[in-house]
């Protein structure tokens, strides 16, 4: 169900991403050929058979379950990423009720606003526990997750940009494509991250996991470096029912493609075994950019409580 493209130029040392049918996989060969190494891969066909997570099915789970609706607009992506004023899980979002962003999938306005409920925790819905993921994670031996399942689902269009996890993390691909761009941890260089010195006065609204770069349309006269970048880039295609390992450190653009609704589930894992923990700087990068928002979530506590009094 998936396909894999690297592209001819540069080919020896650009990074093959596997795709492997759910077939061959048991919890050891998982491991030991993936997990232990941070080695990317898709695992097609894993949740074949199991109900469609269609729109009128999430519906009926999450009925008027309210949740924190990402606002993007439509300019974001015209502005130079220095430009933003906010990122990731700190764009501005809309609390609403389920049954009333379906409607804005439905109608094309959450297509013409990008609308997008990115990373939402499945904790405290009807889908907590849900069939799929225990298969899953029985089937590939995961453990020791540090977050819920998070709900990812929007439509055709909208792109999560180009950023790295502190975690290992599993993308399962429920309903739609999306195409993902990668590039290996060791590209940091040439990817031009935001500096962690940014969460000092940004806090998570800029961050030390975020690249600078669009990178289907680069500008290489501000990042001229990115052109070697792109010797290494791979490319992924999730089709539902299929798994996506994506290891600790690797540099990932999620984009949704089509004219539908496209949902996906994530998970992230302690990243095992330890050793590899440790030689990940992108890992590192991030946890000390979280330490380094700390003078910034005071101030920003102290300024909100000093308002009323200064009248
Ligand atoms: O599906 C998305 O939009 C983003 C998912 C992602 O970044 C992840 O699974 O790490």
Redesign the pocket.
Known sequence: MSSVETGSASALSRPQISSIPAAQVTPVSFFETYRKSGTPVVITGLLDGLPEWNLEYLCQQFGDCQFPIRQYGTKRYQLDKRQWPNMGSTVETHLMPFTEYAALLRDGTAKAQDL?L??CSLKQTALANSEPFTFVETRLGLKAPVTDY?L?L?VGG???CL?C?AFD???IQLLGT?RILLFPPRQLPNLYAFPISSHLWAGLKRRASYSQVYPEQPDFESFPRFRAALQQKCEVVLNPGDV?F?PVGWW?E?I?TGDGVVC?V?R?WRVLPLSRALRIWNKWRIHLGSVLTVPHVIWTELHSHSRPLDG
């Open positions: 997008y990115g990373k998070n990812w929007g909208h792109t999560t950023h996890d993390g599993i993308l999306k996506f994506i990932h999620v949704s996906s994530n992230f």
